[in-house]
């Protein structure tokens, strides 16, 4: 493979990210858009969106049955490894942007129990792209290419996207859906469910099990629409829009699965423990207050921080292993939610795929102990998660990495669109607590609070 070659072309401005889409990319068969411009979770605010283009354009689409895909991107980019400029050295700076789905846990210690609908794993070569760091105040706009390749055109037609296109969105029709009437597994089914999780809880074949469900709504008209409501009504740190073909997928993510910066630090930021946001500012308080103190959520949560602490432990050098932040309440538009960050630095010759998958699948998303737990969900659960409970965001070409859990997301196809919700059952769960948490989760995700 030639070196590659970076044309970057920076404006002094923060584009609109709306704006960016519509005008850039909507027409685009495949594209991205990881979307920070509408939290205050993150130290700084950086959106990034592209395509595929050019000679060497590339999608990597494989299922559990394909081999291994870790190993198989770990050689995509050390081909492609390189030197990077230096004002995309702390953003994204080019690789791979898309998801790895739940169902390759057969990969990394589980089995496979059913086939999901969507692919295993999307990852797109990110060759064309816009970075616009919102805090700056600044856009690069980006082409990665081969030294005879020609980008300057798709440079100047990025270029040309300026101005603001801002308007109201009109809820679709979706978000005025009754979720509960769309469940999968309805309520009796889900509270079954529970009681075989509690079974096997007292039988000490687990100490947390996340059991989940599925929403199978109405196809959407226009994804972008639904996402565009999404996060005009749930912003979230990780929200992204990907699109490839007629899957697409809507994200609203609060939740950091994996970072690895430049230094080999790696980061998991698991949630566990969610309650509704009042409208009331004094109940609001009490309500994010029972939250932190509830000790059933400070029992699920520090299960889970012990879990990848464990996890991080197998690729980290001794002793780096740290948890700088315990169960703090952080607030989003439609929930309070209970987070830990967990870091560890990378032992000398680990990467961020190595890291990916000693920590995949989320533990948030399936208890402890992480593979017997497995194997209880796939018992009790009656379908694939697919995309959800994976890990979504980027891999780049300098060793970075930034991977959402891949929850609150909608994954919509011509024929159907899909929401994953559940929650963490332990010995003292509240049965119809735990079914309302499910739900909660699921309406969020349409953009609107129960």
């Not at 979770?41 to 394909?66: I, K, P």
């Not at 942007?97 to 169902?103: D, K």
């Not at 423990?273 to 004094?282: E, M, V």
């Not at 990495?401 to 332990?426: C, F, H, K, N, Q």
Request: include cysteine; glycine fraction near 8%.
């Amino acid at each position: 493979m030639s070196a590659l070659v970076w044309s970057v072309r920076t404006l002094d401005r923060a584009l609109d990210g709306q704006t960016v889409y519509r005008e850039l990319l909507a027409a685009e068969p495949v594209a991205f858009w990881l979307d920070g411009s509408l939290t205050d979770r993150v130290a700084r605010r950086v959106s990034v969106l592209g395509t595929t283009a050019g000679a060497d354009a590339e999608v990597v689409l494989r299922d559990v049955a394909d081999g291994d895909v870790f190993a198989e991107l770990r050689g995509l980019l050390d081909a492609r490894r390189a030197v990077v400029p230096e004002e995309l050295r702390d953003v994204f700076c080019g690789g791979y942007v898309g998801y790895f789905g739940y169902e390759l846990k057969a990969l990394t210690g589980g089995s496979v129990k059913y086939e999901a609908a969507t692919p295993d794993a999307l990852w797109i070569w990110a060759n064309r792209f816009v970075v616009i760091d919102h805090d700056r105040g600044e856009t690069h706009l980006v082409a990665v290419h081969e030294p005879d390749s020609d980008a300057a055109e798709w440079l100047d037609r990025a270029e040309v996207v300026a101005g603001a296109w801002m308007g109201w969105i009109d809820p679709p029709a979706i978000a005025l859906l009754d979720v509960e009437a769309y469940l999968e597994q309805d309520r009796p089914a889900y509270l079954d469910g529970i009681a075989a999780c509690t079974a096997a809880l007292e039988a000490g074949e687990s100490y947390e099990v996340c059991l989940t469900n599925r929403v199978r709504l109405p196809p959407v008209p226009d994804p972008l629409d639904f996402y565009l409501w999404q996060r005009a009504n749930n912003p979230a740190p990780y929200s992204a829009f990907l699109r490839y073909g007629d899957l697409a997928i809507a994200s609203s993510s609060p939740e950091r699965f994996l970072t690895v910066d430049a230094d080999g630090w790696a980061e998991c930021r698991p949630i566990k423990g969610t309650a509704p946001r009042s409208a009331d500012p004094a109940q609001d308080q009490l309500v994010a207050k029972a939250l932190a103190e509830d000790e059933k959520t400070r029992a699920e949560n520090l299960m889970i921080v012990d879990l990848i602490r464990n996890d991080l432990g197998r690729v980290s050098e001794p002793g780096t292993v740290q948890v700088p932040q315990l169960m703090v309440v952080e607030s989003y538009q439609t929930v309070h939610q209970l987070v830990t960050t967990v870091r560890g630095r990378l032992r000398y010759g680990v990467d961020a795929l190595d890291a990916v998958r000693a920590c995949f699948p989320p533990g948030s998303m399936t208890g402890a102990p992480k593979i017997r737990t497995m194997e209880i969900l796939d018992e009790l659960e009656s379908s694939a998660r697919g995309v959800y409970s994976g890990a979504l965001g980027y891999l780049t070409v300098d060793g970075r990495a930034d991977l959402s859990v891949v929850i609150r997301t909608a994954v919509m196809t011509p024929r159907e669109t899909v929401i994953g919700a559940g929650g963490a059952i332990v010995l003292d769960s509240d049965p119809a607590a735990e079914y309302d948490e499910m739900v909660l989760k699921a309406t969020a995700t349409l953009g609107r609070s129960t």
